[in-house]
Nanobody, 124 residues
Framework: QVHLVESGGGSVQSGGSLRLSCAASGLSFICMGWFRQAPGKEREAVAGMDADFSTYYADFAKGRFTVSRDNVKNTLDLQMSSLKPEDTAMYYC????????????????????WGQGTQVTVSS
């Protein structure tokens, strides 16, 4: 059975830092990512690891957030710095198995496995 468990959320002041961690069990994933959803807004991708082990970041995360993977522990961490009030949201970890599309390995467009989320609140 697959489980994704997030940890590390909390409340910080603007300009502060937080480190989120996602621990996966049941399967070893390459495709893993962090997503967030603020009240009244759609879920959006934050950062993650792609099928070729490269990392990707949303524009708002570039320069402030860093994603890192521990292959032994099967975890994906998100280091967030220079946090802003607009970063306030529920942050979710998601994962899925990569697949071969005939020419290369890719991650599914929609991830199958999701964690319960961890709240991040940034006050001004």
């Amino acid at each position: 059975q697959v489980h994704l468990v997030e940890s590390g959320g909390g409340s910080v002041q603007s300009g502060g830092s937080l480190r989120l961690s996602c621990a996966a069990s049941g399967l070893s994933f390459i495709c893993m990512g962090w997503f967030r959803q603020a009240p009244g807004k759609e879920r959006e991708a934050v950062a993650g690891m792609d099928a070729d082990f490269s990392t990707y970041y949303a524009d708002f995360a570039k320069g402030r957030f860093t994603v890192s993977r521990d292959n032994v522990k099967n975890t994906l961490d998100l280091q967030m710095s220079s946090l802003k009030p607009e970063d306030t949201a529920m942050y979710y970890c998601a994962a899925d198995l990569r697949y071969y599309n005939g020419s290369r390995y890719v991650c599914p467009h929609e991830y199958k496995y999701w964690g319960q989320g961890t709240q991040v609140t940034v006050s001004s």
